[in-house]
């Protein structure tokens, strides 16, 4: 199934650096538990490394609440955006 109202053409390594921003946070932030685990990725990260700078799956999140609020639903993802926050900071910073 193609949702042709989303569908774009892009480069794919676009579709890569959404892909490592949403499993960034099942790996906990740890990049080189990612890297390990997907190692295409880390040619992406060596040619871009400004990539992790923007916390893409965070502004989805959000962007996702916003179109349909729910109280738990916010209480969850204030605690997101908190360990997203600082763990973002720390890939672009503490290198």
């Known amino acids: 199934m193609i949702d042709f109202d989303l569908a774009s053409y892009t480069d794919p390594d ?4 959404l892909l490592m921003q ?3 946070p099942f ?7 990612l890297v390990a685990e997907n190692p295409d ?4 990260i060596e040619e871009q490394p400004s990539i992790l700078r923007y916390p ?3 502004f989805r999140e959000w962007l996702a609440y916003l ?3 729910h109280v738990k639903k916010q209480e969850r ?3 997101f955006t908190g360990k997203a926050i600082e763990n973002h900071r720390k890939l ?3 290198k």
């Open 14 to 17: 676009d579709e890569w650096i």
């Open 22 to 24: 949403r499993f960034l």
């Open 27 to 33: 790996a906990d932030y740890d990049l080189q538990l």
């Open 41 to 44: 990725f880390l040619r992406i």
């Open 56 to 58: 893409n799956e965070l």
């Open 67 to 69: 179109t349909k609020p």
């Open 77 to 79: 993802l204030l605690a």
């Open 92 to 94: 672009w910073y503490d």
